[in-house]
């Protein structure tokens, strides 16, 4: 029987076209790649821009700055990690049921038995397979 995915609840949307970075250091095992927040998010990051800048609209903002609103880089950190596996999208997904219908995300990895065995980090081309335990999260801005 294959394993199975299921999605993290969060507040955040992981970006459809970002892809998961990592990092392995003696602090563990640091994921991290774009989400988006929400449009609350993006309504109160323009509205700060405007009001910080003293601008009359949301047109006078730059292209950049209007088009990263709402938009964070979540980084997700793993203190300790038995198992890590890094492969294309295609590669990853061929070990779980229903992969065709398995959107960019972050994902409890369900074996079986119906046990969680580790989180699965799933980009726009990308896989990211981890067996680790408790992992923590904080957000910075783009």
């Known amino acids: 029987?294959?394993?199975?995915?299921?999605?993290?609840?969060?507040?955040?949307?992981m970006e459809s076209v970002t892809e998961p970075f990592f990092k392995y250091d003696d602090d563990g095992l640091e994921v991290y790649f774009m989400v988006f927040m929400g449009e609350d998010a993006r309504n109160k990051d323009l509205n700060e821009y405007v009001s910080k800048n003293n601008l009359v609209s949301q047109d006078d903002i730059p292209d950049e700055d209007y088009n990263n609103a709402g938009y964070r880089i979540v980084h997700i950190n793993f203190r300790s990690v038995s198992d890590f596996y890094f492969s294309d999208n295609s590669s990853g997904l061929s070990f779980y049921e229903e992969s065709s219908t398995i959107t960019p995300?972050?994902?409890e990895a369900i074996d079986g038995r119906k046990d969680k065995v580790g989180y699965v980090i799933i980009g726009h081309d990308l896989f990211v397979s981890i067996k680790g335990g408790h992992f923590t999260e904080y957000f910075t801005s783009l």
Do not use: C, E
Request: proline share 0%.
């Open 105 to 107: 995300g972050f994902y």
């Open 1 to 13: 029987m294959k394993n199975t995915l299921k999605m993290v609840k969060s507040s955040w949307k």
